[in-house]
């Protein structure tokens, strides 16, 4: 067997394979298909400071090659969130990774200090990159000094692992990537979904009431995957790849890009037991190729093009103890 342990700052996770935020609830829903000690770490949906009730309907679109959402963030609060939640998943046998997101810099602050007294949680992901909301602006996920302003005031809220969930929906993401490196963040999430739309061309009607919307699933992993390593390129933080992975082979396409761990979101509709079923094939896959260490993969892409990024001198919160499962 290959060892599988991979270290995500000073957090260690048993295995590389994480569910992706809105795509597994908070985490225990998905328990039958997937007990929490099979992955590495369990992401929540987005919680936001208030609750909100989401878009209108229809807000999901099956297209021929993936899906379209525009789901709007719906969730219940950060109150319920830390009355209901935190409790049922604080004996879970994984990393719990909270996803906050919000539409002002200082909610996602307070969103911050909120959870910074919650034991249960390893490290908050950080979503700078929700298409659905604010009109698809996507201020914090297109404009470096906003998304750098936004980890800025949460890392002076908390002492937890910050990660920033990137969208890819910018020109240059790996210039995303080093803002909220520069800000604090400890580690990155690339990607959330491409803007898309689908129209339903005999009536006119657009497949999502707001038109627009974020698109996922299998056919986005190439601009996942170059996205994830124009951002293990740029910086010196780990990087999280995200975006259209459905099995072993393409888990380990995002390792070997400059990836340390991967996230599967909208595969596991199709297939919810997948994420369970991952770390055993990504081990199957080593021993056959005789790699003892996932480790020794990460970033070993031949691209041609030198060592990657430096570490730049950032100001940090007193760590925590390590966290590991
Ligand atoms: C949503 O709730 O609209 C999806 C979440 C996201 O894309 O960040």
């Not at 719906?74 to 935190?86: F, H, M, P, Q, T």
């Not at 909220?180 to 009536?203: F, P, Q, R």
């Not at 038109?211 to 910086?235: M, T």
């Not at 933080?237 to 380990?252: F, K, N, Q, T, Y």
Request: hydrophobic share 45%; charged share 20%.
């Amino acid at each position: 067997m290959a060892s599988l342990r991979v270290p995500i700052g000073r957090l260690s996770l048993r295995n590389p394979v994480l569910s992706a935020s809105g795509t597994f609830g908070h985490g225990l829903e998905m328990a039958g298909f997937c007990p929490p000690s099979a992955i590495g770490a369990l992401v929540s949906k987005t919680v936001t400071l208030r609750p909100r009730p989401g878009n209108p309907l229809p807000r999901l679109c099956e297209t021929s090659g993936g899906l379209l959402n525009s789901i709007g963030l719906e969730n219940r609060g950060i109150d319920a969130y830390l009355r209901d939640v935190v409790p049922a998943v604080r004996g879970a046998d994984t990393l719990i990774v909270t996803n906050i997101g919000a539409e002002s810099p200082a909610d996602f602050a307070e969103l911050a200090e909120r959870l910074d007294g919650c034991d249960a949680i390893d490290a908050l992901e950080v979503n700078l990159s929700c298409p659905n909301v604010q009109g698809g602006k996507l201020p914090f996920g297109t404009d470096p000094a906003m998304a750098a302003r936004v980890i800025e005031l949460v890392r002076a809220r908390t002492s937890k692992p910050i990660w920033a969930k990137l969208s890819p929906n910018v020109a240059r993401i790996g210039e995303m990537a080093k803002a909220v490196e520069g800000a604090g963040a400890d580690a990155v999430t690339a990607v959330n979904t491409l803007l898309g739309m689908a129209i339903d061309w005999k009536s006119g009607k657009p497949g999502l009431a707001t038109v627009q919307g974020g698109y996922s699933g299998p056919p986005i992993k190439p601009i996942a995957l170059r996205c994830a390593w124009e951002c293990a390129r740029a910086v010196a933080i780990p990087v999280i790849g995200c975006g259209g992975i459905r099995c072993a082979s393409d888990a380990l396409e995002f390792l070997v890009a400059g990836c340390a761990a991967v996230q599967v979101g909208t595969w596991s509709f199709a297939d919810p037991g997948a994420l369970a079923r991952l770390p055993g094939e990504i081990d199957a896959l080593l021993d056959g190729a005789s790699i003892a260490d996932v480790r020794s993969i990460i970033g070993s892409v031949r691209d041609g093009l030198g060592p990657r990024h430096a570490a730049p001198s950032i100001a940090r919160a007193e760590p925590r103890p390590v966290a590991s499962t």
